[in-house]
């Protein structure tokens, strides 16, 4: 997954795949891209499926994937972030603990 624009890889993309294969979940999964744009779904059952990539408002769909029996395949998509408005990812750091304290 990458930025249209600039050919950087996207952190934090939301790939949704559905399918009528899939008999739980309401017929879809979804998983976030890492840090170097790469997502991973495993366990899929085989079938036809369609990707969403949901990045703030900016979306891209790939329709008609074939997942086969024991395959990894491989969907590569890139998002126009110009689309979207400001995405502000917060990282909260854990509290400081006292290894001294003995509440």
Do not use: C, H
């Not at 930025?3 to 934090?12: R, S, V």
């Not at 703030?56 to 126009?80: F, H, S, W, Y």
């Amino acid at each position: 997954m990458t930025d249209k624009a600039t050919g950087q890889p996207m952190l934090l993309v939301t790939v949704v795949a559905t399918s009528p294969a899939l008999q739980t979940g309401g017929g879809q999964v979804s998983e976030f891209t890492d840090a170097s744009g790469q997502y991973f779904i495993s366990s899929l059952p085989p079938g036809q499926y369609s990707l969403l990539f949901v990045y703030g408002e900016a979306k891209t769909r790939r329709e008609n994937v074939t997942v086969r029996l024991g395959a990894t395949i491989q969907v590569n998509a890139t998002i126009d972030t110009s689309q979207t408005a400001t995405i502000v990812v917060v990282k909260e750091r854990p509290p400081t603990v006292d290894q001294d304290s003995i509440k």
